[in-house]
């Protein structure tokens, strides 16, 4: 059965799931393009209450990689986007489509596996000698493959390993076209390895044997950013609601809000707007 669906099915079906909460004024909502890693991390669901409360502007969010985030968001199907791949942001904001990228919060990737760890990586730091081991291993690695941020943090990890993944296509090379959740699901019915965000991994439930395997390395830093859409581009951008919401995030409340955000007692997520 192939892994990877249509990239537009999905973004369509994930646009038709945006729902608008009775009572709202029509005019007083804004479109989010972000990624699965804040949406199925829960991030939103404990977020948007507060904003939502304290300006009576609804977030309509629109979870997807980050590429297709930056896709959506150039043909002005979004106000701002909140997604996680700086030289991707950068380019965004470069090429007239984005406005000054916000820098607004951390976190950092992990390699996951299979308690019987086949390729021996367990309790290392260093993940490029880890990737090195599970390709001359041929274990099964899981890939999201949808130019998301993680997918392109997992590409730039490969390039580091001097691997090329893509050989192993179909073998031990798995490509789900999917979110970071569906994908965390795949990996874990195959007791493959994957590259995941820790807030995604820490909200996830159906772990099976999978295990953190290697974590720590500083090459698994992972930043987010946030950027309002530009009005020059897109007449109908909201920019006043759209850049109210970017305020509050990197304000000292949404910050707060953030580093707030806890699974089992454990931060997902770490503020870092003030660093700009």
Known sequence: MALKHCVHTRIGAAAAAVIAAPGWSADRFITVASTTSTEQSGLFRHLLPVFEKKSGIQVRVVALGTGQALDMARRGDADVVFVHDPAAEEKFVAGGYGL???EVMYNDFILVGPKSD????????DIVAALRAIQAAKAPFVSRGDKSGTHAA????WKLAGVDPVSGRGNWY????????PALNTASSLNAYLLADRGTWLAFKNRGDLRIAVEGDRRLFN???IILVN???????????????IDWVVSSE??????????????????NAAAR
């Open 254 to 271: 949404g910050q707060r809000a953030i580093a707030d955000y806890r699974i089992g007692g454990e931060q997902l997520f770490f503020p």
């Open 118 to 125: 086949p390729a021996k990586v367990a309790g290392g730091r």
């Open 231 to 245: 009005p020059a581009r897109h007449a109908h951008v909201k920019q006043a609601a759209g850049q109210q919401f």
């Open 223 to 225: 930043q987010y950013g």
């Open 100 to 102: 000054r990228r916000n």
């Open 154 to 157: 997992e590409l730039r990890l």
């Open 174 to 181: 798995r490509e789900t076209g999917s979110g970071m959740g």
